[in-house]
């Protein structure tokens, strides 16, 4: 691997997101908002960081969003190019279709962790090992919801075991964590045209094949923000300062709070850390914070309470209501007085009627 390699990725970005419905039936998981950017701006701005900056992504459902949203990410510091499914391909085949596009050694990225892992020393790391597939690993408290990786001392893959059964014994608390660093040969080896899994088929494959590979880890944070309460989660994180990061959220920052323009109403109703996008107005004693995010043009009626909450644009909270650890999206409508919380999570356009109890 020469010094200028692994300046280019891949994303996975071609999943349906179930987990994460109702949200991703509005839209498509790679760009559900996080603190009001597009999730993948964070992986984007992320990579750029360190040194990559040619960015491939793979997709197949709802890639209208995904442009819509990033474009060519010229705007983000790296240029993105957009490899579609007719028909999904899973995570293997996925990079395997885009493998064309490809040359040297590549990062590829599941599109839904967010972290701010160092991916400059994992390309050292690869490099200073001769190995021709890096997998980056985290450790977890429970580990069964994920794809268990084992290796010995010297970080050599020993073996790959997706989500076990409850009577399987753990034997590592470390988990894939859905960013790799691979030679595009071996990507190539992959059967071209049907569904094939990088974890069930093509690491099994290569570790059968004694092929170089490793598993390698750092302190960083990482979270599969695919489930709602991980997307929540991952925002107040971001809000808490958790996640290293150069992505700011769009407006400028005052008192803790950022305002993407003057909000109609007084800011001494927002307390930070709270993310307040273009429009909004907050009404009379009404309580914005802490820990929230308002998309662009909600209406917290008089008196409402918003804190621990995510609202995606143009959500109107009614007078008096109070909204606590959950996730509204685009246009949803809260009664007055309503009470909306542990994680519950609203689809688009969803009207909760006046003094509702959802959650509580
Ligand atoms: P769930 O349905 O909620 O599990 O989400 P998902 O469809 O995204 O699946 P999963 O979380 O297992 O996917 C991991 C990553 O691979 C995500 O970034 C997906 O977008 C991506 N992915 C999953 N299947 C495909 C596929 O067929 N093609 C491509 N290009 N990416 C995929």
């Given at each position: 691997m020469s010094g200028a390699d692994a300046t280019q990725a891949v994303i996975l970005?071609?999943?349906?997101?179930t987990r994460l419905r109702p949200l991703t039936l509005a839209r498509a998981k790679p760009v559900v908002p996080l603190l009001n950017r597009p999730f993948l701006a964070y992986q984007l701005a992320l990579l750029r960081d360190h040194g990559v900056t040619d960015v491939i992504l793979a997709c197949s459902y709802r890639v209208d969003d995904v442009r819509e949203a990033l474009g060519h990410a010229e705007h983000l510091g790296v240029h993105l190019r957009y490899v579609i499914e007719t028909e999904p391909l899973g995570t293997g085949g996925g990079v395997r279709n885009a493998v064309d596009l490809m040359r040297g050694t590549v990062f590829v990225l599941n599109g839904d962790v967010l972290t701010d892992a160092d991916l400059t020393v994992m390309r050292r790391f690869h490099q200073a090992n001769g190995s021709r597939a890096t997998i980056f690993l985290v450790p977890v408290a429970?580990?069964?919801?994920y794809g268990l990786v084992e290796t010995d001392?010297?970080?050599?893959?020993l073996r790959f075991r997706e989500k076990?059964?409850?009577?399987e014994p753990i034997t590592?608390?470390?988990?894939?964590?859905g960013i790799y660093l691979i030679d595009a040969e071996l990507l190539r080896r992959m059967p071209a045209g049907r569904a094939v899994s990088i974890e069930r088929e093509f690491f099994p494959q290569l570790i059968a094949e004694g092929v170089p590979s490793f598993g390698f880890t750092t302190p960083a944070y990482w979270r599969d923000i695919g489930s709602p309460s991980a997307y929540r989660a991952a925002q107040m994180d971001l809000l808490d300062g958790r996640v290293r990061t150069t992505l700011m959220p769009p407006g400028e920052r005052h008192d803790g709070a950022w305002l993407?323009?003057?909000?109609?109403?007084?800011?001494?109703r927002i307390t930070g850390p709270a993310v307040v996008g273009d429009g909004v107005e907050i009404g009379r004693g009404a309580r914005v914070g802490p820990r929230a995010v308002l998309g662009s043009g909600c209406r917290i009626g008089a008196g409402a309470h918003v804190e621990n909450a995510v609202l995606w644009e143009g959500v109107c909270v009614g007078e008096g209501a109070r909204l606590t650890n959950c996730v509204v999206a685009t246009d949803a409508h809260i009664g007055a007085h309503a009470e909306i919380g542990a994680d519950v999570v609203l689809e688009p356009g969803a009207v909760v009627a006046d003094r509702a109890r959802l959650g509580v």
């Open positions: 970005a071609g999943g349906q997101g429970d580990p069964r919801a001392a010297a970080g050599r893959l076990p059964t409850a009577d590592t608390n470390m988990i894939n964590a993407e323009s003057a909000v109609c109403g007084s800011t001494d």
